[in-house]
């Protein structure tokens, strides 16, 4: 079990554009809401491994996981964790995450514990009903299916859960990756990755930390797929964030911060207008289309932004009101230029808290947003564009 605190919050206030706005199922929590917002937040491995140097302890060291424990492997250790919860969360918090990670090993005596998840659940929620629960199933957030920090780029908030169970007995990787698009459980994804190779401070590993430009990728690949980024910075043995870390830390915010600070798409006519035209030229990018013809944009839902002069752009990101559930399945932004009489065609599926799309530089006069399959109306707060650094654009 481990404990999260909150060191970098995001939230964004952002006005809806409703598009026939109808009820979704499954749909998330108030707590899941306030939990989608955060975006990118840290934790941190530290205990006896950062001083022994090993990754994987052996059971017999300070640790929450006592294997040594003479109740170990006994429905009596249900009770002795039980006790630490409430100790923790009646002396401590608010706590607003908190971690089953689904490690379980054997104890000196062979035996391995049968935890009384349902029970550990009832204790959460009785003590600290706003606090979300992290595991390979919930049962309010799901591991992504790795450790390398991305989510699928298909990500779906809802993910089924009958049959399966944390450790051993969880969904598909590929499942965790990506949900289950009616999935029947509002279980959002997870990336959890570390700043270094390892989970704990070792020494050995200073010169390894990853750059700020490897973060900033995580980010697109977690935040920018839907998904929140969780990023382990181990502590070292003086208790502190190490220099690498710390300056990596640094160099991804002012890159983040630098890349995301002109929203372009706010100079542009029509922002939020519903735009109903029925024809545009054909995608130069798009193989599926063949030379000078002509395509129909579907007539779910499409809107446009027209630019008075043209801009550069290389980054859209696209954001879903996810307080009636998730709709997006399906959509395509059209980059247009009136100039060139050229359109290029981005597909893509899901939207869900943050869609960050990157494409090479490409000069624009209008972006066309178009929903192009959905499981209900989607509900649109937010279209930007920018120009970013090409050496950060997703490879």
């Excluded at 809401?33 to 975006?39: G, I, K, T, V």
């Excluded at 797929?225 to 208790?239: I, K, S, T």
């Excluded at 499981?375 to 920018?386: M, P, R, V």
Aim: some cysteine.
């Amino acid at each position: 079990m481990r404990i999260l605190k909150t060191v970098l919050i995001f939230i964004f206030a952002i006005t809806p554009w409703f598009l026939q706005a109808q009820t979704l199922q499954p749909k998330p929590t108030k707590a899941q809401l306030a939990w989608h917002d955060m975006e990118f937040y840290l934790f941190m491995h530290f205990g006896p491994n950062t001083f022994t140097g090993l990754e994987w302890g052996h059971g017999n060291e300070i640790s929450p996981w006592d294997r040594n424990h003479p109740d170990y492997g006994t429905s009596t250790y249900n009770d002795v964790f039980v006790n630490m919860m409430t100790e923790i969360f009646t002396n401590y918090g608010p706590i607003w995450e908190l971690w089953w990670d689904g490690a379980n090993g054997e104890g000196p005596n062979g035996k391995r514990q049968v935890y009384d998840w349902k029970r550990f659940e009832k204790t959460v929620r009785d003590l600290s009903p706003n606090t979300v629960v992290f595991s390979d199933i919930g049962p309010d957030i799901r591991w992504v299916g790795n450790e390398q920090g991305f989510a699928g780029k298909t990500n779906w908030n809802t993910l089924d859960t009958a049959g399966f169970r944390r450790g051993a007995g969880s969904p598909p990787m590929d499942t965790l990756n990506t949900g289950n698009v009616h999935g029947k459980n509002w279980i959002p994804g997870e990336c959890d990755v570390s700043i270094r190779p390892g989970w704990f401070y070792h020494k050995a590993e200073d010169s390894k930390v990853k750059t700020p430009e490897q973060l900033f990728e995580l980010y697109l690949k977690s935040v920018g797929r839907g998904a929140n980024l969780l990023l382990n910075v181990p502590p070292d043995g003086r208790g502190l964030i190490h220099e690498n870390d710390s300056a990596a830390l640094v160099g991804f915010n002012k890159l983040k911060a630098e890349s995301f600070k002109n929203n372009l798409a706010k100079e542009g006519k029509g922002y939020f207008q519903r735009y109903n035209a029925n024809r545009v030229t054909r995608a130069l990018n798009d193989d599926d289309l063949a030379t000078g013809e002509m395509i129909t944009l579907n007539n779910l839902q499409t809107v446009e932004i027209k630019f008075e002069k043209p801009e550069m752009i290389n980054c859209i990101v696209l954001s879903e009101d996810l307080s009636a559930g998730q709709a997006c399945a399906g959509f395509i932004a059209y980059l247009t230029n009136r100039k060139y009489k050229a359109v290029t065609a981005i597909k893509g599926t899901t939207i869900g808290r943050k869609k960050i799309i990157t494409f090479p530089q490409t000069e624009v006069t209008s972006i066309i947003i178009s929903i192009q399959g959905q499981k209900s109306s989607t509900l649109i707060t937010e279209i930007e564009a920018y120009n970013i650094d090409e050496r950060l654009i997703e490879k």
